[in-house]
């Protein structure tokens, strides 16, 4: 039997990546929330248990609390932010809210050596950390010693040695805590005493019996958009039904230049995965012409996507299941991912769940991963690297890169500026070092001179990320060279345009797409 940690959800937007470093750990977890908490500890068994942060507040009356059993049962706690606070509010201590709120980068100094620390931090030294809190812990339960401090949180880190208890009020899961990962590894690890012999192709065959037991002998069509995560999804779901799957690439319209054929061509060349094309572009753009609200323009793409399935499963004689690509990070920005209570950002076009008239279920394999997790996967099952590399493309599509009105026409001029743009970062040897880029077309007009004439068109806007997960960005730093000649040339070939700009948010507080 594999090492289990159990992950008690407070309703963090970082819960998963809690998940996912102890994944990285070579470890296997599951997160709960923490409502139904006592029941999977029970059933579970882990051989730890890491508390998530989350937004409430443990002086608030009614917040959520850990089911007494985890501090009971003799194992290692680790407690994060809000699960170091309920630590304390549990056993003892005090927690308080602070004048001194800390979000963002921090520095904690190391007060005392600790298992938590070892091989990375040594006592004496300082370190960066991300924190995020309002509140703090003031006292300490009994049999609590305080192993690190920061200007903010005098109680940083704090641990009971005797009894396996850990807590940090910063995030050690992020990547701007840069020793994080390391820290967690040194719970599941060094504390827990966790083996460490959990790989991605165990994930794999986990995956694949999870959508046996779940599908059984029914059948499934998948939604492939010809980006890698829905082809991750369906080649992991063939091979664990084969052909009980259909495929079906809807084309809405939305896609940019070239990319339709590009994707039948990839699935019928490399894949032998049943697969149907439809042509729905009328029915998509004449839904969203003149429509500017970006929530309207997701929603209405997502049911539209929804009737498309529903027609096809109907062409096919039924269909059981509804198999989508969707990622955490989709998945946390629309909705909490276990029902907590986090705040939705987006709604994602593929989450959200499925009409009840429409009696279907989904399987949604990839529900956890993240995006690099899906490329590992993705390789791990064979598919190929010049696949693998290719930049995110989200749902809705070109859509949500024309703020404002949708227009046919001002689709088109995106599509041909979106087509210069990557071609000259692909010239430019760029493309791999780009997580995402794309062009936007924005719904202002700006005077401009060409020829001796005067114009007034449309401004586009430049976009391109580095990031590991999607789920913080940095803007990419190009050198003014590049910029310069990709915003020539789109001006000089694109009719509609007179003005480039590029844009250096990064995300948070921006988000990668514009909508
Ligand atoms: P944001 O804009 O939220 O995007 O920072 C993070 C990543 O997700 C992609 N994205 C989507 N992908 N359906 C998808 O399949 C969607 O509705 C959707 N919205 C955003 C986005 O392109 C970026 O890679």
């Known amino acids: 039997m594999t090492d289990r940690i159990l992950i008690i959800d407070f309703g963090s937007q970082v819960t998963q990546l809690i998940a996912r470093r102890v994944r990285e750990s070579g ?23 890491i508390l998530s ?7 608030e009356m009614g917040s959520p609390r850990a089911p007494q059993i985890v501090f009971e049962a003799g ?9 170091q606070q309920t630590i304390c509010a549990q056993l003892g201590g005090e927690v308080a809210s602070s004048d001194h709120r800390e979000f963002g980068r921090a520095f904690v ?25 309002g509140d703090r812990v003031v006292s300490l339960p ?12 005098p109680f940083a880190a704090i641990a009971d040695e005797k009894r396996h208890f850990y807590a940090v009020q910063f995030h050690p899961e992020v990547v701007h805590t840069p020793d994080g990962a390391k820290l ?14 959990w790989t991605m192709a165990e994930y794999r065959q986990q995956a694949v019996d999870a959508i046996r037991k779940q599908v059984g002998d029914k059948k499934v069509i998948c939604g492939l958009s010809g980006g890698v995560d829905s ?61 500017s609200d970006p929530e309207v323009k997701r929603k209405t793409i997502g049911r539209l996507f929804i009737e498309v399935f529903e027609e096809e499963a109907k062409k096919l004689g039924g269909a059981d299941f509804l198999a989508q690509g969707t990622l955490y990070p989709d998945v946390i920005e629309s909705v909490s991912f276990t ?82 743009y990557l071609d000259e970062i692909r010239k430019a040897g760029l493309y791999d070092a780009i997580w995402q880029a794309f062009a936007v077309l924005l719904p202002v007009q700006t005077v401009g001179v060409m020829g001796d004439g005067r114009t007034y068109e449309f401004v586009c806007a430049l976009r391109a990320v580095t990031s590991v997960d999607g789920m913080t960005a940095d803007f990419y730093h190009y050198d003014m060279e590049f910029l310069g000649r990709a915003a020539t040339r789109i001006i000089n070939e694109v009719r509609g345009i007179n003005r480039v700009v590029y844009d250096v948010t990064s995300k948070p507080p921006g988000t990668i797409e514009w909508e």
């Open 109 to 133: 100094s190391v007060e005392k050596t600790s298992p938590l620390f070892e091989g990375c931090w040594e006592q004496g030294t300082n370190h960066q950390v991300w924190m995020s809190h």
């Open 142 to 153: 009994d049999g609590f010693e305080v192993i690190g401090t920061s200007e903010g949180a």
């Open 53 to 59: 942060g989350g937004p409430a507040s443990t002086t």
């Open 339 to 420: 029902g907590g209570p986090s705040v939705t950002i987006k709604s994602h076009h593929n989450v959200g769940g499925l009409p009840e008239r429409m009696n279907m279920q989904l399987v949604e394999p990839l529900r956890e991963l993240f995006k690099d997790e899906v490329r590992d996967l993705g390789r791990e099952l064979g598919l190929p690297d010049s696949f693998i590399g290719r930049h995110p493309f989200p749902g809705p599509g070109l859509a949500i890169r024309c703020p404002g009105g949708i227009t046919r026409d001002k689709l088109d001029i995106l599509r041909q500026a979106d087509a210069i």
């Open 75 to 83: 194992i290692p706690v680790l407690g994060i932010c809000y699960g």
């Open 231 to 291: 082809s991750v999804a369906a080649v992991l779901i063939h091979e664990a039904i084969g052909d009980q799957l259909t495929c079906i690439y809807v084309d809405h319209g939305l896609m940019r230049m070239g990319e339709t054929e590009q994707v039948l061509s990839m699935f019928r060349d490399h894949y032998n995965i049943p697969l149907v094309h439809v042509d729905a572009a009328d029915l998509f753009i004449g839904q969203l012409e003149g429509e």
């Open 27 to 49: 470890v296997y977890s599951e997160i709960v929330p923490f409502q139904s908490a006592e029941a999977a500890f029970k059933e579970m068994n882990p051989k730890a248990v």
């Open 184 to 197: 967690i590894e040194n719970f599941t690890h060094k504390i827990a005493g966790c083996s460490g012999d």
